[in-house]
Nanobody
């Protein structure tokens, strides 16, 4: 089991940057594939990025590729999402999630979820 808590969201202008953090509890953080998802107003939850257990594999949605970077620090049991060149369409609640089995962008493969952090990008 793992518990996840996101932080770092806020209100920014288009073109600005934010760094989200997800702190995990438990003793087996390094055994989980970690991902970021988001849910915009009126839309379904969508995949953003994922990172493999050791950090050697990275997977991004086309909409954020080249702008966002996912990373992890297993010693600190934390996963990060660096978001650059933010756009109004990036406005959403961002969630981190942990998967014990799959490295994918499918939300049903993730076992544990944080409560989310709000990111709002003004035009």
């Amino acid at each position: 089991q793992v518990q996840l808590v996101e932080s770092g969201g806020g209100l920014v202008q288009a073109g600005d940057s934010l760094r989200l953090s997800c702190a995990a509890s438990g003793r087996t953080f390094s055994s989980y594939i970690m991902g970021w998802f988001r849910r915009a107003p009126g839309k379904e939850r969508e995949f953003v990025a994922a990172i493999s257990r050791s950090g050697g594999g990275l997977y991004y949605a086309d909409s954020v590729k080249g702008r966002f970077t996912i990373s992890r620090d297993n010693a600190k049991k934390t996963v990060f999402l660096q978001m650059n060149s933010l756009r109004p369409e990036d406005t959403a609640v961002y969630y981190c999630a942990a998967s014990g089995t799959y490295y994918s962008g499918n939300d049903y493969t993730y076992d544990y979820w944080g409560q989310g952090t709000q990111v709002t990008v003004s035009s």
